[in-house]
């Protein structure tokens, strides 16, 4: 995947939309550093799942890290690991979230 144009466009510029795909950009290059992939694979193998779902629901994603203990009570490397991974998929299932309903208002 190219260098995001998205740091070219000034942030007055910037529509909920592009500001939603930032999000998801972020999440795919920090979770793609993290397990070692290539920058494209978190959102070629989850972001897709969530455009296409239509249930998609970040609050959803905060109560599974709510009851799972590991991710909210981190008390080693490996723990953190998943916490952070959490917080990657809440971060893009509420951005394509906002995608959706923003296009369903336009």
């Given at each position: 995947?190219?260098k995001s144009i998205m740091n070219k466009i000034p942030r007055h510029m910037r529509t909920?939309?592009?500001?939603?795909?930032?999000?998801?950009?972020?999440?795919?290059?920090?979770?793609?550093?993290?397990?070692?992939?290539?920058?494209?694979?978190?959102?070629?193998?989850?972001?897709?799942?969530?455009?296409?779902?239509?249930?998609?629901?970040?609050?959803?994603?905060?109560?599974?890290?709510?009851?799972?203990?590991?991710?909210?009570?981190?008390?080693?490397?490996g723990e953190a690991f998943l916490g952070v991974?959490?917080?990657?998929?809440?971060?893009?299932?509420?951005?394509?979230?906002?995608?959706?309903?923003?296009?369903?208002?336009?």
């Open positions: 995947m190219e909920p939309i592009t500001s939603a795909w930032k999000v998801i950009e972020s999440a795919d290059e920090l979770y793609c550093g993290i397990i070692k992939e290539e920058v494209g694979y978190f959102i070629e193998k989850h972001v897709i799942e969530f455009i296409e779902d239509k249930e998609t629901d970040g609050d959803l994603f905060v109560e599974e890290m709510r009851k799972d203990s590991l991710a909210m009570y981190a008390r080693d490397d991974l959490y917080i990657l998929f809440i971060a893009s299932a509420y951005a394509v979230q906002a995608v959706k309903a923003y296009k369903s208002r336009v």
